[in-house]
């Protein structure tokens, strides 16, 4: 059975960072593409990064390009956002997601809140 | 403001059948496959389909999807009161490089 594990969320000033991890199980993890989406209060889904099975490709939404990396761990079936100069807007709850096929993703985390705010 | 456009809202009866419309360009839904979500917010988004017309195992035949041009189409028959949800619809935009995501429909089944 796939599983996927968010956790690391929590509230942070504006200018902070926080790292997001995500725990993967139940399928091969270091062939598939892994994504993080975000949902803001009010406001719909966003996606936000995804990366490759060995990790030599990223691909970011341009609202986060040069503030947020996303990475990963094979050895420990886990991915990461690392999330930098954080901002009121980045404020949501992050997914994780398993790629099945480019924008779709097949099963997702159940969530994690990140709240920025001073 | 997203890149692809969806109808904020949709509504219909319980046991009739809704679509969904999202509209996008040459550089995303022309091109390349389309997916669709159902999202409860708090929870985690279900994919309905994939590669356009594809529905994952588990996902009832009464969802359907379909990509005309630089749109594509969601289906639901035999609504429930279950269904009631936001809708997105996602693809690869090659302009951009990266997936992008409809604003959502919300669906109320009267």
């Known amino acids: 059975e796939v599983q996927l594990v968010e956790s690391g969320g929590g509230s942070v000033q504006p200018g902070g960072s926080l790292r997001l991890s995500c725990a993967a199980s139940?399928?091969?993890?270091?062939?598939?593409?892994m994504h993080w989406v975000r949902q803001a209060p009010g406001k719909g889904l966003m996606w936000v990064a995804r990366?490759?099975?060995?990790?030599?490709?990223?691909n970011y939404v341009d609202s986060v390009k040069g503030r947020f990396t996303i990475s990963r761990d094979n050895a420990k079936n886990t991915v990461y956002l690392q999330m930098n100069s954080l901002r009121a807007e980045d404020t949501a709850v992050y997914y994780c997601?398993?790629?099945?096929?480019?924008?779709?993703?097949?099963?997702w985390g159940q969530g994690t809140l990140v709240t920025v705010s001073s | 403001q997203s890149v692809l456009t969806q109808p904020p809202s949709v509504s219909a009866a319980p046991g009739e059948k809704v679509t969904i419309s999202c509209s996008g360009s040459s550089s995303n839904i022309g091109n390349n496959y389309v997916s669709w979500y159902q999202y409860l917010p708090g929870t985690a988004p279900k994919l309905l389909i994939y590669d356009n017309n594809v529905r994952p195992s588990g996902i009832l035949d009464r969802f359907s999807g379909s990509k005309s041009g630089t749109s594509a189409t969601l289906g639901i028959t035999g609504l429930q009161t279950g269904d009631e949800a936001d809708y997105y619809c996602a693809t690869w935009d090659t302009s951009l490089s990266a997936v992008v995501f409809g604003g959502g429909t919300k669906l109320t089944v009267l």
């Open positions: 990366i490759k099975g060995d990790g030599s490709s990223t």
């Open positions: 997601g398993k790629d099945l096929h480019i924008a779709a993703a097949s099963h």
């Open positions: 139940g399928f091969t993890f270091s062939n598939t593409w």
